[in-house]
């Protein structure tokens, strides 16, 4: 199986939650990782913003490099972005949640395009077939 892990995911492995010991666990078991580019920055930002140093951000940033394939957004997933974008959003207000991020339709569209699944515990995933749910 392939995955695409969600920067819930890596949040929940770099903190060792029982989520993040379930993203492990799928992890170790993947045929392939994937980690859109977007979810890097994603992280970054998140720790950047609670204070964390910047030399345990880059660690962080450097195992998930080693742990899984960056996936850069091309034409390909950009237009799939879009679509999922659209999908997720729709998806969100019929739940009652709040608007998806565009990173979030770069994750689900990676999924898609790789044939993956996501590993996340994020609401807006939740019910969605490509996901494998750790929350």
């Keep these: 199986m392939k995955t695409v892990i969600d920067a819930y995911a890596w949040v929940e492995i770099f ?12 992890i170790q078991k ?4 994937f980690t859109t580019d977007t979810v890097i920055a994603e992280i970054a930002r998140k720790y950047l913003r609670e204070g964390v140093e ?18 850069s957004i091309d034409k390909d ?7 999922c974008y659209m999908e997720l959003a729709d ?6 949640l709040k608007t998806p991020s565009l990173f979030d339709a770069i994750v689900l569209a990676t ?4 044939d993956a699944k996501i590993v996340t515990g994020d609401e807006h995933f939740r019910d969605i077939s490509e996901t494998l749910w750790i929350g």
């Excluded at 939650?17 to 993203?23: D, F, I, T, V, Y």
């Excluded at 993947?30 to 990782?33: I, N, S």
């Excluded at 997933?77 to 679509?83: F, L, M, R």
């Design 111 to 114: 999924a898609r395009t790789f």
């Design 30 to 33: 993947a045929e392939e990782t």
């Design 54 to 71: 910047e030399s345990i951000i880059r660690e962080r940033l450097v195992a998930i490099e080693e742990i899984s394939d960056i996936v």
């Design 77 to 83: 997933i950009a237009i799939e972005s879009a679509k």
């Design 15 to 26: 903190i060792g939650s029982k989520s993040g010991e379930k993203a492990r666990e799928i």
């Design 91 to 96: 998806k969100a207000k019929r739940d009652g």
